[in-house]
């Protein structure tokens, strides 16, 4: 069983919902990535997302778009995001890593060379944004071969049809995009969100994730109602800004957001 | 295998490919907003009534049929192959953009959107895309670059004058292509009453297929121009390239014609060996941005890189689909011409013919200076005039150090 699984098992044997925090790496410099995964992972985080800075990330709202700016500036991309996984597996080799990001940065390294380099950093899982299943016969293959899970995004105004067909190339766990708009924007509805996750259900028996929109814990506590998972990004990556010129602050500051969220998921 | 089975105009296949380039990578979010478009479009572009007020808007809005001019004085000055002119300077706005904004204007009416929205470089398909907006009466929203915005102050007063709002980009480059994000992270958030525009040959399909199909009307007249005034095709057909939307919009009616050498120019910015251009036909290597996948100029990373032309609307680190395939096909040719070439070309054809062409347009005048030479007095060729100067005036003050 994939680290995603496992995880999500053990969750649902618990009776608990995952929380899966989202930062940039090398938001606002590549040394504080590692730690700062450390702490959101003793702070109650059960997944990590990990942002890989593009420089045109057409369905990031401004908070994360600046995010990789800082990142870019920083010189962080796909091979130095990879170091980062590899160096969290020497202390946590249980927590599954997402990485999300866009298709070009992956292509120029080579799908198949990324999928293996991934793999053997202790990548779990890849959700390429730009990437619908209709155009990804080669990234499903290098996955696959990689024991890497592909993570497919479900939104507001997915079909029924697309969201079977969805479903059939997805693993790990699949990702609802609470409304329409970029990741950051402000509005959540949490009786349409349920009732869309609930249409999801019908199609398929992995964990539904919900992300969009969610900024703190009574959002976050409600979308866990319905929800297998939460994702939490703008929330998180706009007080990574605001302590961008004190780096060292990052880790314990957003670990004790991380645990405000964890307690009232927990409620 | 008939003549017509290898036809090179039955691209893209129903997913939006161009043999490996072109496709739909998006979002999920927008996945039902281009199917809902791709449907729209091909209900509406077969439908005689929608045919008709298209044809309606082109003569009698746009100004059309533009002429193909016969450039004597210049051609005798050059020496070698006769040059005939597309005048797409000639139509309303002043270039080749609105064949393509009246024709998505009117589907946009057709869907029932109330909004259109747009991203420019230049600002040319700004100003079109908010000249149809204000004769239909449509809420308009142009994203610029903010770096473009202070390059092109005219056209951004254009646009307001035409009732639009421009929306300076301030992320990334702050220039076309980040202009082109917002753009579609604005259309993701207001799917239900907004249409966007896209200005040219890229972008997820249908984009790329629609835009040629309003812009193929450049070709069409042009090659039936060519057997009216010379009885037969020309040698070469020439037309610039930033995303490609005036040169597919020549050169697809030509595609068949395998005897007529398609020409596409890049911006070749400081010369394509200095790295510092807007060539990635030339120069690149194919990617995937802004929807489609194709030829684009990117680092060893896959981060897409900062482009350098003196012509804004060739300022674009990607190019259409159809072009990435029609150079892989060897159907088309693409070569680049730098700014200093296309600055000559410029003050050439303003000093010989009394036409002031855009600087987009030069570069495919430049290479026409070029070509023209080398061939026999009995040929001849078409450069598309894709569109005129007044807005790069400016520009070409400042170089010469006059304040205009």
């Not at chain 1, 919900?210 to 939460?230: L, R, S």
């Amino acid at each position: 069983m994939s680290r995603i699984a496992t995880r999500f098992s053990a969750l649902r044997s618990a009776g608990r919902k995952a929380l899966i925090p989202f930062v940039t790496a090398g938001d606002p410099n590549p040394t504080i990535t590692v730690p700062l995964m450390h702490a959101m992972v003793a702070a109650g985080a059960d997944l990590i997302e990990l942002g890989v800075p593009f420089s045109d990330p057409m369905a990031d709202g401004p908070v994360i778009q600046r995010s990789a700016e800082r990142a870019l500036a920083q010189k962080v991309g796909l091979r130095q995001l990879l170091a980062m996984v590899a160096e969290f597996r020497h202390q946590d080799s249980e927590t599954p890593v997402i990485l999300m990001g866009y298709l070009n940065p992956i292509e120029a390294m080579g799908a198949a060379t990324f999928a293996k380099a991934a793999a053997e950093a202790g990548v779990d899982g890849v959700l390429t944004v730009d990437l619908p299943p209709e155009e990804g016969g080669t990234m499903a293959e290098v996955c696959h071969a990689a024991d890497l899970d592909q993570i497919f995004l479900i939104g507001p105004t997915t079909m029924d049809r697309r969201i079977q067909s969805i479903c059939d190339h997805a693993s790990g766990f699949v990702y609802y995009v609470s409304f329409k708009g970029v990741t950051g924007a402000s509005h959540l509805d949490t009786a349409d969100v349920a009732s869309h996750v609930a249409q999801i259900r019908a199609h398929t028996t992995l964990p539904v994730g919900v992300g969009f929109g969610i900024k703190d814990g009574a959002t976050a506590a409600a979308v866990a109602q319905f929800a297998d998972a939460v994702v939490v990004g703008s929330a998180i990556v706009a007080r990574i800004e605001a302590l961008a010129a004190t780096p060292e602050r990052i880790p314990a500051e957003i670990g004790t957001f991380i645990g405000e969220l964890r307690t009232a998921i927990d409620s | 295998m008939s003549e017509e089975l290898q036809s090179l105009k039955a691209m893209p296949d129903e997913q939006g490919h161009f043999g490996p380039y072109g496709g739909r990578f998006v979002p999920e979010t927008l996945f039902g907003p281009i199917e809902e478009l791709c449907a729209a479009y091909e209900r509406y572009r077969n439908d005689p009534e929608f045919i008709a007020e298209l044809e309606y808007d082109l003569k009698q809005f746009v100004g059309r049929p533009s002429p193909l001019y016969f450039a004597e004085r210049w051609s005798r000055k050059l020496g070698g192959a006769r040059i005939y002119l597309k005048r797409e300077d000639l139509n309303h706005t002043g270039a080749h953009k609105v064949n393509n904004t009246v024709g998505q204007a009117l589907l946009a009416k057709r869907m029932g959107k109330t909004r259109i929205i747009a991203e420019t470089g230049a600002g040319q398909h700004g100003v079109a895309s908010a000249t149809v907006a204000a004769r239909m009466g449509l809420e308009c929203v142009v994203y610029m670059g903010a770096e473009d915005i202070k390059r092109q102050a005219i056209n951004v007063y254009r646009m307001r004058l035409l009732g639009a709002t421009v929306v300076p980009v301030t992320s990334g480059s702050q220039t076309l292509k980040d202009a082109l994000n917002e753009a579609m992270r604005d259309w993701v958030t207001h799917i239900d009453d907004t249409f966007y525009i896209i200005g040219t040959v890229a972008g997820p399909h249908p984009y790329p297929a629609m835009v040629r199909d309003f812009q193929t009307i450049v070709g069409r007249e042009a090659r039936a121009q060519c057997l009216e005034q010379e009885g037969r095709l020309p040698a070469a057909v020439i037309a610039c390239v930033g995303g490609g939307s005036n040169a597919i919009g020549i050169f697809h009616p030509f595609l068949d014609d395998r005897e007529v050498r398609l020409i596409g120019v890049e911006g070749g910015g400081d010369g394509v060996a200095s790295g510092r251009h807007a060539a990635p036909l030339s120069a690149g290597r194919p990617g995937v941005l802004h929807g489609n996948r194709t030829y684009l100029m990117e680092d060893e990373d896959g981060q897409i890189m900062e482009t350098h032309s003196i012509s804004a609307g060739l300022d674009y680190p990607g190019v259409g689909p159809e072009h990435a395939w029609l150079k892989d096909m060897g159907r088309a040719e693409y070569t680049a011409i730098t700014d200093t070439e296309a600055l000559t070309a410029f003050h050439d054809l303003t000093r010989t013919e009394g036409i002031m062409p855009a600087l987009e347009s030069s570069h495919a005048l430049a290479e026409a200076m070029k070509l023209a030479p080398t061939l026999s007095a009995d040929q001849f060729i078409v450069v598309n005039l894709s569109g005129r100067g007044d807005k790069d005036i400016h520009t070409v003050a400042a170089l010469e150090g006059i304040s205009v």
